[in-house]
């Protein structure tokens, strides 16, 4: 991927960032979002590049901005965007931990290319790899784990979206051993911990952007990562079509969101957090994840 294109891009995360949190703290998610939107959006168009965002906002007749389908820049490499200008509005409004303002970027063609609508998803580091999948059974998935990790099960850590729809996998978790870490939002952040050791696995089902965005990073991290879409009404199943994505229940592996090894995942702290740090001021905190590894920018000056 071309450096300029990821200075580029570090740049509309760094502006999203310092936009969203003159919000933080004042209970309005929307309009801290909409201010992410557009200063994400402002600094894409100042970019070399042929951007095509695949995965944002929702469709146009949804999202005025960063639409699934919107071409931005100024020319050049042509590249695939999967983008959530704020990942954690509720986080943002409450003033709580982790929200970030996040993307992934590939070449054309690459990342896939899906409606607005959920995910199921699971993630895992290296070690465990391949040894689960979402065609297995929680149990199996979490003894898979205990095993190539070599720890009893009773010391698996699974993080999941603590929601409503979740109660009967999280029962399941704790049937089979295994312990939960439940988080309000961002499985971003739970994806990406299950490579660094912040548990073992994500489980459950979230926002499809934010799970290509999520397979980004644990592609270029060596771990795993599994997703299924689960369309919530025919609507999103028709716009899913168009796409020549026909069957709700396919199995997708990382591979198949993310097809290009030249991906990259880049995400700047908009509140305090556990991977980066919030805004202060006019400093911000980043990370970059690609093929060549992890690499942090800390404290940019703006």
């Not at 209970?27 to 995965?55: C, L, S, Y």
């Not at 006019?282 to 942090?296: L, M, Q």
Request: hydrophobic residues 40%; contains cysteine.
């Amino acid at each position: 991927m071309d450096d300029r294109v990821i200075s580029g891009l570090l740049r509309a995360t760094e502006n999203a960032a310092i936009a969203a949190s003159e919000w933080v703290g004042r209970g309005d998610k929307k309009a801290a979002d909409a201010a992410a939107v557009v200063a994400m959006r402002e600094a894409m168009n100042d970019i070399a590049f042929e951007g095509t965002v695949v995965i944002g906002e929702g469709e146009r007749d949804e999202a005025p901005m960063l639409f699934i389908g919107e071409r931005l820049g100024k020319g050049g490499p042509a590249v695939d965007i999967a983008v959530d200008p704020l990942e954690g509005t509720n986080l943002t409004a409450r003033g709580d931990y982790n929200s970030i303002t996040v993307l992934a970027v590939s070449p054309h063609g690459t990342l896939l290319h899906a409606p607005d609508t959920y995910m199921e998803k699971i993630a895992v580091g290296p070690k465990v790899g391949r040894s689960v999948s979402l065609s297995k059974s929680v149990a199996e998935n979490i003894n898979a784990a205990a095993k190539a990790l070599g720890k009893p099960v009773d010391d698996i850590v699974v993080t999941v979206l603590d929601r409503e729809r979740h109660a009967q996998l999280i029962d399941e978790i704790r049937k089979a051993g295994a312990r939960v870490k439940l988080i309000t939002d961002g499985d971003i952040y739970g994806a990406i911990s299950a490579c660094t050791g912040g548990c073992d696995i994500l489980m459950g089902t979230g926002a499809a952007p934010e799970g290509v965005i999520a397979a980004s990073a644990v592609k270029s991290m060596g771990g795993y990562m599994e997703g299924m879409l689960k369309f919530r009404n025919e609507e999103e199943r028709e716009r899913a079509a168009k796409y020549g994505l026909k069957d709700a229940g396919k199995k997708m592996t990382m591979d198949d969101m993310v097809k290009s090894d030249e991906s990259a995942f880049i995400a700047t702290g908009v509140t305090q957090g556990v991977m980066l740090d919030g805004v202060k001021g006019k400093e911000t905190h980043s990370v970059i994840i690609d093929k060549s590894g992890t690499r942090f920018i800390r404290n940019a000056r703006h």
